[in-house]
């Protein structure tokens, strides 16, 4: 019983995780495009900063 619970709230874990990893990584591709377009607009030049990937 206890181990059936433990098991199920990891897996919920897990899964809360997953989830979470792929909006951040929206996430982050939503801001980097917003900076790309914001500096096209402004100065007329692609960001060129460098990124973690």
Do not use: H
Not at 29 to 37: F, S, T
């Amino acid at each position: 019983m206890i181990w059936s619970k433990l098991t199920q709230q990891i897996q919920e874990f897990q899964w809360i995780y997953l989830r979470d990893k792929c909006l951040r990584e929206i996430m982050r591709a939503i801001i980097q495009k917003a900076i790309e377009e914001y500096n096209w607009l402004i100065f007329g030049f692609p960001n060129m900063t460098v990124t973690n990937s």
